[in-house]
């Protein structure tokens, strides 16, 4: 295999890791929806939507882009409102460009683990506050 053909194995490999960590992610109490979107001109988000008794939506994502000759990486958390289009952002991890896929893809899983573990703190948090 090529060096692009073993990239594009390596990133599919890093999304199929990175669905799996949001897939595995449930709470009793709170019905969810997996997200995976793709957005131009080249990248992915994938992640995880609950949405809570009161109506908000707690987006728990993270994404990869190619851009030029470098990566972008991103991850966070956010909670939209019921009754407004305010958004919350609950978590932003900051953005990373890396110039080496390999790196880029790490980070990816380092931030899929980060804000999936984020999750049911956040998801049990945002039910207190409503209760």
């Keep these: 295999m090529d060096s692009e053909s073993l990239a594009a194995a390596g990133l599919l490999a890093a999304l199929s890791r990175t669905v799996e960590i949001f897939a595995d992610l449930r709470h009793p109490f709170v019905r969810h929806e997996h997200i995976s979107t793709f957005f131009p001109p080249a990248g992915v988000r994938v992640g995880i939507a609950f949405v809570l008794p009161d109506g908000r939506e707690v987006r728990f994502e ?9 990566f972008h990486v991103q991850g966070s958390i956010t909670a939209d409102g019921s009754m407004t289009a305010d958004s919350e952002t609950l978590l932003d991890l900051p953005r ?3 110039p080496d896929i390999g790196a880029a893809l ?3 899983d380092d931030y899929a683990g980060d804000v999936a573990e984020a ?5 049990d948090r945002l039910l207190e506050e409503i209760a």
Excluded at 62 to 70: C, Y
């Design 106 to 108: 790490d980070a990816l």
């Design 119 to 123: 999750a049911n703190r956040t998801i």
């Design 96 to 98: 990373k460009t890396l």
């Design 62 to 70: 993270v994404s990869i882009a190619a851009g030029g000759d470098v």
